[in-house]
């Protein structure tokens, strides 16, 4: 065994304004929000194995998912 097998992914993404240290960071506009993307994997019995966040400027950040639907 390895480690911690992944088992279920919960991800928030939502919008806010930036902190200045942010706005300088991503060279932002002024009143451009940025988008916050919040990702948390879990094993079968809910330890987490991973803690992601990123922040975007809105106007250049998309997103995309598929997912496979189980039988």
């Given at each position: 065994m390895q480690g911690l097998e992944p088992d279920y992914?919960?991800?928030m993404v939502f919008a806010r304004m930036?902190?200045?240290e942010e706005r300088e960071e991503l060279a932002l506009p002024a009143?451009?929000?940025?988008?916050i993307l919040?990702?948390?994997t879990y094993t079968a019995e809910g330890a987490i194995?991973?803690?992601a966040r990123g922040v975007h400027a809105a106007s250049r950040f998309s997103w995309s998912y598929t997912f496979h639907?189980?039988?």
């Open positions: 992914i919960t991800e930036p902190t200045p009143g451009e929000p940025v988008m919040r990702r948390e194995v991973e803690y639907i189980p039988d």
